[in-house]
C-alpha cells in the first residue's frame, strides 16, 4: 500500500495556518486519505478542499477519485464519488472557522518554529 507523504509529513504548514482559512491538499490514491485530511483541518484549524481526478487515463494509469472537502472540526462537508466525474460545492462558514479557533485556540499553545529548524 501506498501512502502520499504530503499527508502524512505536514508540520512544515503549522507556522502559517494563523492566517489561513482554507488548505488544498492534492490527490492521492488510498482509502486512509479521508482520515489523514481530517487530522489535517483539526491540527491546522482550517477548511480542507482535496480536488482529485478520477477514471483510467491509460493502460497503466488510472485516478481513486473522491474529492473531499472537511471543516476546521474535522467534519466531512462535501465529497465526489469514485467512479464518474462529480462537483460538490462546500459553504466556507467562517463563523463555525472563528468559534472553532476561539473555543480551542491551538495556535496559542504552539511553541516557536525554531523549535522545529533542523540544526547543523
Do not use: N
Not at 480542507?48 to 478520477?54: E, F, I, N, S, T
Not at 464519488?81 to 480551542?104: C, H, N, T, Y
Amino acid at each position: 500500500m501506498c501512502v502520499c507523504m504530503h499527508l502524512l509529513f505536514f508540520i512544515s504548514v503549522f507556522v502559517c495556518v494563523t492566517v489561513c482559512v482554507f488548505l488544498h491538499m492534492p490527490s492521492c490514491g488510498v482509502c486512509i486519505r479521508q482520515v489523514l485530511l481530517r487530522a489535517r483541518a483539526i491540527e491546522t484549524q482550517c477548511f480542507v478542499l482535496a480536488a482529485a481526478q478520477v477514471g483510467r487515463h491509460h493502460a497503466h494509469r488510472a485516478s481513486y477519485g473522491h474529492a473531499l472537502a472537511v471543516d476546521p472540526w474535522g467534519e466531512l462537508v462535501g465529497r465526489c464519488g469514485g467512479a464518474e466525474p462529480g462537483l460538490a460545492l462546500v459553504e466556507i462558514d467562517l463563523q463555525k472557522l472563528r468559534s472553532v479557533r476561539r473555543d480551542m485556540p491551538v495556535q496559542q499553545h504552539r511553541r516557536e518554529h525554531s523549535l522545529y529548524d533542523c540544526q547543523d
